[in-house]
């Protein structure tokens, strides 16, 4: 009798065990994928704080800093990298221009995305920062919406 029981507990046991693998395998999990380490490099205060107000998505993008001019900016970029660079190239102390192609020759892996956003959209300007390693180039005075659509893409990769 006890081998009986035993038997018909230890079949018991593997069907409730079976139901538990099943119901696991068929639970839907989502992973959260970590902000968008994003890095502004601005020197207009008004701008830099404007940027910083609507770019800033809890969970999604998160400005981990920035600065005003070219050394501070490829200084701090090479010192804690990120996934992406906003880069206006009109600064107080050297050029946007140049911070791309510091970046782009450095030995960061993985390279950022490098988004240039300036007051200065001409088709020779724009032609030079994207030969320095430029991903995208907005202008100021009307895509505002476009770099924060592209960030989201890059966040949703």
């Known amino acids: 009798m006890n081998l009986l029981q035993t038997s018909s507990e230890t079949r018991a046991d593997r069907s409730i065990a079976m139901n538990h693998l099943q119901e696991a395998s068929t639970t839907e999990y989502t992973v959260t994928k970590p902000a968008l380490r994003v890095f502004l490099v601005e020197d207009s205060p008004h701008v830099r704080d404007l940027l910083l107000d609507f770019l800033n998505v809890p969970g999604?993008?998160?400005?981990?800093?920035?600065?005003?001019?070219?050394?501070?900016?490829?200084?701090?970029?090479?010192?804690e990298p990120v996934d992406a660079v906003i880069v206006d190239l009109k600064l107080r102390e050297g050029s946007g221009m140049a911070v791309i192609e510091k970046v782009r020759r450095s030995n960061l892996q993985p390279q950022p995305k490098?988004?240039?956003?300036?007051?200065?959209?001409?088709?020779?300007?724009?032609?030079?920062?994207?030969?320095?390693?430029?991903?995208?180039?907005?202008?100021?005075?009307?895509?505002?919406?476009?770099?924060?659509?592209?960030?989201?893409?890059?966040?949703?990769?």
Do not use: C, W
Not at 131 to 147: H, N, W
């Open 60 to 79: 999604e993008i998160e400005i981990v800093g920035y600065a005003d001019n070219e050394t501070e900016s490829v200084a701090a970029l090479l010192a």
């Open 114 to 157: 490098i988004i240039v956003f300036t007051n200065h959209p001409f088709p020779e300007i724009r032609n030079r920062a994207m030969k320095l390693g430029a991903d995208y180039f907005f202008d100021k005075s009307v895509e505002y919406d476009s770099v924060r659509s592209t960030l989201q893409d890059l966040h949703e990769g």
